[in-house]
């Protein structure tokens, strides 16, 4: 497996994407290959050797409550321990703080290892990066220091406390509140209360402090609190306070999910004797603008961990497939003896269509970390503007396509291995429960439906679309083989101009986002489609003729068999745009 | 949820499929709807009051081993007490035998309630009708009276002992061997010995003895058996002896599976020492065709489940969707309180899906129950025929598509219960995971495929599928309203009679069944669009209009979005044959 992941991991780093130019950007001197491979090499085998080991043993025994405090499987806490001691989750933290200031790419790529082995443990890790990088962005240095040092020290993790019990993704109508008491050295201090509900990581025994980010109101000089999302402000809120006392904010309870188990799902109680102790972090009005910087890198990582299980998934069922001998093929009936399962066509099937979304969506999700950068780091303002509406527009896809394809991809794992598929002695069982939060946290596939026709197309007149469109036919345009796909590709162009064209024109925004599930459907397999020619493409340079033609191959099953889906994911929409939104009542009320 | 599952029920047994009717066979002479009524009234009781109150409760404490005997959860079996004392089991089999003599529509009505209140516990008695079924077919009367009584009398459970270790769907590779023995008063006697894995209630303490069908090759004269599926024969292996004294059978070990607690999982070894007893069923070499009549029961209900666990999973749904408050809709947003969620038209969509795949399951399966019926009730031995040769094309279908297509509804009864969905607080979890084993057990979705395209259709000239478009035909021409629909449907069967065609005329039958899975998908989603034109039409009739106008709505619903589907499920197979047949091995080994 560890060579298999990172075989894709390299090919599309510095085949494809050519990774390596980033060296030439200033922020990157100093920087090449060498080290990158370096830091490859320390994650992977972090993932593999820590990691994976208890990725069932972390199923098995869930976090539990000990008198108030939460305790993680100890095997899980040692490999976690082992990953924050060699300073990995330092990777993309600004040097100037003690960060190593590579590549979001780079880190992006070993993180892909980090999920394929355990997802439950990369939940800890993830949190606390983009914890971190909210604090180094929006803090003052006093609260750099206090605050994102313990996490990138490895004395501390982070958590993003947003959704309430009566509020999931509806973040304008938060609950939290937040009274305003002084100023000290750490900013305006505030005592805080309310419910946090499905806080991942809201505590834990890994290290001895937890750093929350708390999404709340303030409360105006005149008791009242401003409505909707321009009334929410961001706190830190850290469990020790910096004096070493306990904080007043406590585990009300646990959540027993599905899967993903191994990382604490927590419910909090702030300030129930008195107030949390919470210093605002940027301005009152900010939270959302500020925590949605946060959510944005949170959504990639979603994808990703969708990408890396579908990956893990495809790699147990290919050796499953070779290993099980039994039945003849229908491609020779007459065979005397059973044959391996690999060798039957349906089977072969399976097996492509996993590839096709393990490795499309592993490629959709290094492409937008080398979009962010470009958004990051580039040195000309408009080039990071043009990456920034690019990768604005391919969020929503990056979180949805991998989550909900994810989970296609490995019920294949689950058929190929058949009724042992289906026991909790084999981990394609365990990753199909843990891959069914992604279509859910970060925000529901349906929430990125509507933030992508909505706001990514809708409300800025289609104009990312079409620079999307743009860079498509450019690059097909000098494109090599595959002429029949890039005719295609070239063709659904055309056609999703028109769709938007459509859309733009039609007057109803409501209307047209009642259907905008099917659109982020559709787009997602059209853009995953793009990524399968420009893979295709990249590997005719592969030195191994076999890579070059693996690549073809199945970028020919994915336009032959999943292509073609596009247009009736969007039937709806096109042809039949009321018919939801008009339903009446009672066909679907109780 | 009972008034909801019922009210499709009835109006699937007496508006639409006109159950009726078969009061005037002579096999259900003197029974009445009042009859039929009062025992869906006793088994939905049962179902609701009885088994779903531990639905929970046998999922969290699995089937356990005490000292070789399985014990399964408390509460569990006794709610299974309850339905054997109450003689349920009994609606199918024969009078002359002690049983009902029940259609068998009306029995597989009242099981979808059982199914949906909890399929683990529904899981025993399935296998038990249909063990007991085979038995008063194939058995003597000895045999019966010494195997099929005690299980309608309540005092046994029968399972079927098909796979082994390594014969999943490979049944002519079986290596439990039978050597004979002699003759007695039960029939030609043997001694068994082999090892059977994935039985389902292979011993368990609800009743006191087990009933085991066992497949296996009989030892020739000369220390040889015959190869393949002709070499199979049934053998019936209790676990206690006619005399009290325990048969030489053990439970080697307990599956733990993702869901389907409930039910014990075994792995079974017989005759460990010196041979179990166990007495012949039928003639040597019939072993495999016997089996297929349980399998083909047992394929039915395993479709049955999945539409029973989608119904629950929308009734579910549909609750929480009136009940949970959060967001503004996208067709108002300048509403000032957010709105419960049903309001949103995604959730409405979701609902939708739900709805249409439920409903549509349940009448697909109901009509192949009504089928059954005629199979082996009609008078005229032509139209038995006829029956006989539809229902044996669309069993695969049966088998699929609601297991399939079930957890697609389920998927999205998750995404409406949003992260509670993921927690194992609410049932809609644990629905999600006991239908995951619907595309294994009784038969993979691709052993589903191949049947359909290569037993059914290929080698019968298209004959059966013919008969189908007829029918479909026939039926279409008649019907009034949903005139689009309709043309849509008679367009749909021309197209599936020039791919049969082309797939007669295509010459390699291994190249077609290389494409079978997506076939598969095609003609499940045809056939579930003539159900609900049926249904629709059959609702015109109905005295509330409101009901009639929820059964047109889903019905343009399954058109416009579903429907159009269905080419690209078939595009690999029409338009890229060679593909998945012409892999190269290094595309997909490891």
């Given at each position: 497996m560890t060579k298999a992941l990172r075989r894709e991991i390299d090919f599309m780093l510095y085949d494809w994407l050519g990774v390596e130019r980033l060296s030439e950007l200033p922020d990157f001197e100093g920087q090449d290959r060498s080290d990158w491979d370096a830091f490859l090499d320390l994650s992977g085998e972090i993932a593999w050797n820590e990691l994976l080991p208890c990725y069932k043993a972390a199923d098995r025994e869930e976090p539990w409550l000990d008198d108030g405090q939460v305790r993680v499987q100890p095997q899980l806490a040692q490999a976690l321990r082992v990953y924050l001691d060699a300073g990995?989750?330092?990777?993309?933290?600004r040097p100037d703080v003690g960060g190593m200031g590579l590549p979001f790419t780079i880190a992006t790529a070993a993180t892909a290892e980090v999920m394929a082995a355990n997802v439950a443990g990369s939940g800890f890790i993830m949190l606390s990066v983009a914890n971190t990088r909210l604090l180094t962005d929006h803090g003052t240095p006093a609260q750099i220091a206090a605050f994102a040092r313990p996490q990138l020290e490895g004395n501390a993790l982070g958590t993003m406390c947003l959704s309430e019990p009566d509020t999931g993704s509806s973040l304008g109508d938060v609950t939290t509140r937040a009274y305003p008491e002084d100023d000290d050295e750490l900013g305006p201090r505030y005592r805080l209360s309310g419910r946090k509900m499905w806080i991942s990581g809201g505590d834990q025994d890994v290290t001895g402090n937890v750093i929350h980010l708390v999404l709340a109101k303030v409360v105006q000089p005149d008791g009242s609190v401003i409505p909707g999302a321009k009334g929410t402000t961001l706190f830190i809120v850290p469990k020790l306070l910096p004096g070493g006392e306990r904080n007043d904010l406590f585990v009300a309870g646990l959540n027993h999910k599905m899967g993903y188990r191994g990382t604490p799902n927590c419910l909090l109680n702030f300030g129930e004797n008195g107030g949390a102790t919470a210093w605002r972090l940027g301005a009152e009005g900010d939270g959302l603008r500020i925590m949605f910087d946060m959510m944005n890198e949170a959504r990639v990582n979603v994808g990703l961990s969708g990408a890396a299980m579908a990956y893990r998934g495809f790699d147990l069922a290919r050796q499953y497939a070779q290993e099980r001998v039994q039945g003849r093929s229908v491609l020779d009936r007459a065979a005397e003896r059973p044959v391996p399962i690999i060798r039957h066509p349906d089977v072969r099937r399976m097996l492509l269509v996993q590839k096709a979304i393990a490795e499309g969506a592993l490629a959709l999700c290094l492409k937008g970390a080398f979009l962010k950068d470009a958004v990051s780091h580039a040195p000309e303002e408009a080039e990071r503007r043009r990456m920034h509406d690019l990768l604005s527009l391919l969020t929503p896809v990056i979180k949805s396509w991998p989550s909900e394809q994810g989970l296609v991809a490995l019920h294949h794992a689950i058929q190929v291995h058949g009724g042992y598929g289906y026991t909790r002695d084999f981990d394609v069982e365990q990753l199909y429960r843990d891959s069914r939060l992604n279509p859910i946290h970060e925000g529901t596939t349906g929430i990125q439906a509507i933030d992508l026709l909505g706001r990514k197309i809708l409300s800025e007149k289609g104009e990312s679309l079409t620079a999307l469109l743009e860079l498509i036919r450019h690059e097909t345009r000098t494109g090599q083989g595959m002429e029949g796909e890039a005719a295609t590709l070239l063709e659904l162009c055309d056609w999703f101009e028109e769709v938007a064209a459509f859309l733009l024109r039609g007057g109803s925004k409501g209307l047209a986002l009642a259907n905008a599930t099917g659109f982020l459907e559709g787009v997602g397999h059209f853009v995953v489609a793009w990524i399968w020619l420009a893979l295709a493409r990249a590997a005719d340079a592969h030195p191994d003729p076999e890579f070059a033609e693996e690549k073809r191959w199945t970028c020919r099953y994915f336009y032959a068999a999943e292509v073609p889906r596009i247009r009736s994911m969007m039937a709806l929409l096109v042809s039949a745009p009321r018919l939801v939104a008009e339903l009446p009542d009672h066909v679907v009320s109780p």
């Open positions: 990995l989750h330092q990777a993309t933290a």
